[in-house]
Structures are given as structure tokens and as C-alpha cells.
């Protein structure tokens, strides 16, 4: 048996200038549904009913909540640092008066990340979160939709979350935000 040998594939990862650079000559597009992760370009799972009726729910719930000193964003892009632009399905964000038309938010204007998971929960509870600790996001929920649970993420330090928390149905989340909200409340 003859032996080959083995060569490492060397991916070319993209940073968030160069794909910019292919949004504004047409490669990607809005119909393309992707996001950069790493330096990838990563397809995202398409929105089922639910995904969508639990990111309205989050969406009305955090509206009412949160008052008018905050954004919420739906599945808009955050840029992480030069190799990552996510689109997490809601962030909450500090007040900007542009909205930020003059550019994404970034870390230091994200309060809360939430990745509604239907069929998505290894990315969303791997990949995902990984960089979300790296950029010292400060609180990331991840709705199991699949496990009827929510997964609270705190306290991001060197790269990982210390403080994690799994909320079932009928339990009231612990967050770092003034907020009273109960799984059933985020799951339907």
C-alpha cells in the first residue's frame, strides 16, 4: 500500500474589512444569509415558527423592559474584533442617536446577547459563544428551543464565561440586567 503524505489544508480566513468589501460589490448579499465567524464565512440555519416566535416574544419583552436608554437589535451584525461579525438574533445595546448608522456596535456597546437555538445549539453554544467570551461580552442567553431551557452566560474572563447557568421552564432567569423573566416567558 503506497502512503501519501499528508498536507495540511490552509484555509484563507477573511477579516470583517475584506467582508465588507464583498457585501459592497455584490458577492454576498442579503439573501445569502451568512455571517462571519473567525475568519469563515458561516451560513446560518434558516428561521423555523418557533426560532421566530420566541425572538418576537424576546423582542416585545425586552422592548418593554429595558426602556429607552437601550437598542434592541434583531439579527443585526456586532463586530467582535477584525475576524468575527455575528448576527446574533437580539442584542441590547447601548443608546447611540445614530442608531448606529455610522457603523456596527461593538463589545464595549453590548449589554446582552441572546441565540435563539432550534437547530443551531452546537454553533450557538460552541463556536458562537467562544467569541462572545473572547470579546468579553457581558451576558450572553442561549434559548434551547429544542430542550425548553434558557442558558445564562456571565462573567467573561480570558477568553471564557465563569459563570453559567441553566434556567427550565418555570424558573426565573438571574441576570445582570434589571429584569424579571421567567423561561416560560422566553420559550412561550
Known amino acids: 500500500m503506497t502512503k501519501f503524505p499528508v498536507i495540511p489544508i490552509v484555509l484563507h480566513r477573511f477579516t470583517t474589512a475584506d467582508y465588507h468589501r464583498m457585501v459592497e460589490a455584490g458577492i454576498l448579499t442579503a439573501s445569502d444569509k451568512v455571517e462571519l465567524l473567525d475568519g469563515q464565512i458561516s451560513i446560518m440555519s434558516p428561521i423555523g415558527r418557533f426560532h421566530a416566535a420566541c425572538v418576537n416574544r424576546l423582542?416585545?419583552?425586552?422592548?418593554?423592559?429595558?426602556?429607552d436608554e437601550f437598542i434592541i437589535s434583531i439579527q443585526n451584525p456586532i463586530v467582535l474584533n477584525d475576524s468575527s461579525e455575528p448576527e446574533p438574533d437580539i442584542s441590547v445595546l447601548r443608546f447611540?442617536?445614530?442608531?448606529?448608522?455610522?457603523?456596527?456596535?461593538?463589545?464595549?456597546?453590548?449589554?446582552?446577547?441572546?441565540?435563539?437555538?432550534?437547530?443551531?445549539?452546537?454553533?450557538?453554544?460552541?463556536?458562537?459563544?467562544?467569541?462572545?467570551?473572547?470579546?468579553?461580552?457581558?451576558?450572553?442567553?442561549i434559548v434551547d428551543l429544542k430542550q425548553n431551557r434558557v442558558l445564562v452566560y456571565?462573567?467573561?474572563?480570558?477568553?471564557?464565561?465563569?459563570?453559567?447557568?441553566?434556567?427550565?421552564?418555570?424558573?426565573?432567569?438571574?441576570?445582570?440586567?434589571?429584569?424579571?423573566?421567567?423561561?416560560k416567558d422566553i420559550l412561550g
Open 96 to 141: 447611540k442617536e445614530d442608531y448606529y448608522e455610522s457603523g456596527h456596535p461593538e463589545p464595549q456597546d453590548t449589554f446582552l446577547l441572546v441565540e435563539v437555538a432550534e437547530s443551531s445549539f452546537e454553533t450557538d453554544n460552541g463556536v458562537k459563544l467562544a467569541l462572545y467570551a473572547q470579546a468579553a461580552i457581558p451576558e450572553v442567553w
Open 154 to 183: 456571565q462573567q467573561p474572563d480570558q477568553g471564557e464565561y465563569r459563570r453559567m447557568a441553566t434556567f427550565t421552564r418555570e424558573e426565573q432567569l438571574e441576570t445582570s440586567l434589571s429584569l424579571s423573566v421567567s423561561a
Open 59 to 67: 423582542n416585545r419583552f425586552l422592548s418593554q423592559q429595558m426602556g
